[in-house]
């Protein structure tokens, strides 16, 4: 009796078995998913513009001093996700690319450097602190986002600033900063690259409006001014 043909057509079900329970294993096993990559918003600090004036050594001792809240974030824009935008209105995310914190806290102390850098102000302080100040700077995030739609995209980034006279609490001033930059590549780090550039741009500017209210609220007085008119 010839038992070849069914030992062998058994060995050749079995392999079939194995190899369709080795296929539903690997449909079952999850896609590794790849690790996000992480940016900075450092504006290039080793190469950023210096302030456009400097107070002299003579008027330094009467120069006002500035305390600089945290930076605030507008709705959608207080998270480390990456946002791009390709039709008005909604927000998407980059999947596989953040920042290394949300852009609020990444631009604190970039606002304080080149605030201290103008060289407009006596001291330039940062909160927490106990130490008092003449003005005092709010910002905001209004938006940083990557915006598809055009060749190239662009990141836009606006901050609002305000300057209060820390101790009438009257607003001197309030403008919103809009910055534009192309990015060199359409995706994440071309965005990255490019909010650099728009950051460096806007810290320039923001130096130029506080040294230019500081400078006119010195020239009326100041807050003593107002003091002494309050009390006559």
């Known amino acids: 009796m010839n038992t070849s043909r069914p030992v062998r057509a058994f060995v050749l079900a079995i392999a079939a078995a194995a190899m369709s329970l080795m296929t539903a294993c690997s449909a079952l096993k999850p896609t590794p998913v790849p690790p996000p990559a992480f940016f900075a918003l450092d504006g290039g600090i080793a190469t950023a513009p210096s302030a456009p004036r400097a107070v002299s050594i003579g008027s ?18 207080d998270s480390q996700r990456i946002i791009y935008v390709r039709q008005a209105h909604q927000l998407e995310y980059f999947a596989h690319s953040e920042w290394v914190d949300t852009p609020a806290r990444m631009l604190a102390p970039l606002i304080v450097s080149a605030l201290d850098r103008a060289g407009s102000f006596r ?18 995030v209004v938006r940083l986002q990557h915006e ?11 901050l609002r600033a305000t300057l209060t006279d820390n ?7 309030q403008v919103d900063l809009d910055n534009r930059a192309d990015a060199a590549s359409e995706d994440a780090y071309g965005g990255v690259v490019a909010a650099n550039h728009a950051t460096r741009v806007m810290l320039q500017t923001l130096a130029v409006f506080c040294s230019q209210v500081a400078e006119q609220w010195q020239a009326q007085g100041g807050s003593a001014a107002k003091r002494s008119v309050g009390r006559l």
């Not at 600089?68 to 507008?74: C, M, R, S």
């Not at 001291?123 to 905001?140: C, I, M, Q």
């Not at 055009?150 to 836009?156: G, I, N």
């Not at 101790?167 to 001033?173: D, E, I």
């Open 123 to 140: 001291a330039v302080v940062a909160t927490p602190t106990a130490a008092s100040a003449d003005l005092r700077l709010d910002t905001e």
């Open 60 to 77: 330094a001792a009467s120069a006002p001093t500035l305390l600089i809240n945290a930076p605030q974030a507008g709705a959608g824009f």
């Open 167 to 173: 101790a009438t609490r009257q607003v001197l001033a």
């Open 148 to 158: 598809f739609g055009a060749t190239p995209s662009r990141v836009r980034l606006t």
